[in-house]
Every structure is written in structure tokens, then in C-alpha cells.
């Protein structure tokens, strides 16, 4: 059973650049979240996707946008980098469950130069 | 949202016991308490989870007074593998949404032999 991927691994873009990372669930989970991680620092959230909507968002500017298909995958994009947009982008997946544990992907770390 | 408090780093030598402690002052009555473990250039892992009093598993356990305003993460007999960031966080995954989740900056837990 596969856990959580994410691709790809690493990338590297400039600014002003646009990037779309990818993420696939755990088998039986229905939800994603994406989070932002600079180095070191805490996963910060970017937001959650439940039914193909996004369900919850965070602090983070509308140049950040998501998708989820029907299958559960899901896509993190971002417009118009920024050197700041530089960070580790982890997904985590889940059930619909009230409190279910998350699983994490280990992450695309994108530098933005 | 029950910010946390944990201590920013902690050193420990293999076979001893681990115990850190996070401070959530205003937890609400819905939250719970988890840990994740995360090593560098991976995803969080979940460690534990609580509502109060006492849980153990096979790796950890997880101690929560009456009043819920801290709690103690015990790793018993650490290891060098063990070396890592470890994440409080007090909050409610609902179902299809994150709820109110916050990863705080971790502990980073440095294991010596």
C-alpha cells in the first residue's frame, strides 16, 4: 500500500516563473492539505481540498492555487515566484474522518532563484 | 486557535528517557493533542495522540493533566535514530477540513551516544 507521493523531488525555477507540484493520497483518504515549510520552520497550511473544493485556506496570497481530481490526486500551483516561495511543499493526506491522523508526502523542495 | 509552547531544542544521550513538554493554554474543549516526529528532508510523522489523562503506544506516551493546559511527550530508552524535530499540536482535524491544526517551530531533539 502506498503512502503519500509527491513530485517531483526538487525543483528549481526563477522568479517570476510558474510551478505546479503534484500530489497522490494514501489509498482510502479523500482529503488533501498542502503546507509550506521554510527551513527551519514549522509546516505552515496553504489549504485543504475535500471533494474536488477547497474546503479551508490559509494565510497564503491567491498567486497559490490548488486542485483535486476525481481520483483524490491533487496539484499545488503557484504563480509569479518569488524568492521568498522557496521552501519544502509537503501534502498530507487524510480521511473525512473528524480527527484523523495526517499523512505526509516527503515533500518537492523548490528554489526559487 | 490553542497556540503552543515547546522548548526549541533538547539533548539527550541513547538509553535515557525524553520528556518533552508542550504548553497550550487556552486548548478548547474539542481539541486534541498530537505529536508528530519529523526527520529532515521528510514529511511529519504522527507519534501520539490524546484528550487527557494518559496514552501509550509502541513508540511513545503521551501524559495530559486534569486542567489540559500541557501536555508531556515521554520517549522511553531514546536511540540515535530518534534524532529529530517533534511537534505539539492542540486542535480539531474535522472532517473535510483541517480545522484549526497549527504546527508550531518544534523541538528539535538531539540524541548523543
Known amino acids: 500500500d502506498a503512502g503519500v507521493t509527491q513530485s517531483p523531488t526538487h525543483l528549481i525555477k526563477t522568479r517570476g516563473q510558474q510551478v505546479t507540484l503534484r500530489c497522490s493520497p494514501k489509498s482510502g483518504h479523500d482529503t488533501v492539505s498542502w503546507y509550506q515549510q521554510a527551513l527551519g520552520q514549522g509546516p505552515q497550511f496553504i489549504f485543504q481540498y475535500y471533494e474536488e473544493e477547497e474546503r479551508q485556506r490559509g494565510n497564503f496570497p491567491d498567486r497559490f492555487s490548488g486542485h483535486q481530481f476525481p481520483n483524490y490526486s491533487s496539484e499545488l500551483n503557484v504563480n509569479a515566484l518569488l524568492l521568498g516561495d522557496s521552501a519544502l511543499y509537503l501534502c498530507a493526506s487524510s480521511s473525512g474522518h473528524t480527527n484523523e491522523k495526517l499523512f505526509f508526502g516527503s515533500g518537492t523542495q523548490l528554489s526559487v532563484l | 486557535l490553542a497556540k503552543t509552547t515547546q522548548p526549541i531544542s533538547m539533548d539527550s544521550y541513547e538509553g535515557q528517557e525524553v520528556n518533552i513538554t508542550c504548553s497550550h493554554n487556552?486548548?478548547?474543549?474539542?481539541?486534541?493533542i498530537t505529536w508528530y516526529q519529523q526527520f529532515p528532508s521528510q514529511g511529519p510523522r504522527f507519534i501520539i495522540q490524546g484528550y487527557k489523562t494518559k496514552v501509550t503506544n509502541e513508540v511513545a506516551s503521551l501524559f495530559i493533566p486534569a486542567d489540559r493546559k500541557s501536555s508531556t511527550l515521554s520517549l522511553p530508552r531514546v536511540s540515535l535514530s530518534d534524532t529529530a524535530v517533534y511537534y505539539c499540536?492542540?486542535?480539531?482535524?474535522?472532517?473535510?477540513?483541517?480545522?484549526?491544526?497549527?504546527f508550531g517551530k518544534g523541538t528539535k531533539l538531539s540524541v548523543k551516544p
Open positions: 487556552n486548548i478548547a474543549t474539542n481539541d486534541y
Open positions: 499540536l492542540a486542535g480539531l482535524n474535522y472532517g473535510g477540513s483541517q480545522g484549526n491544526l497549527i
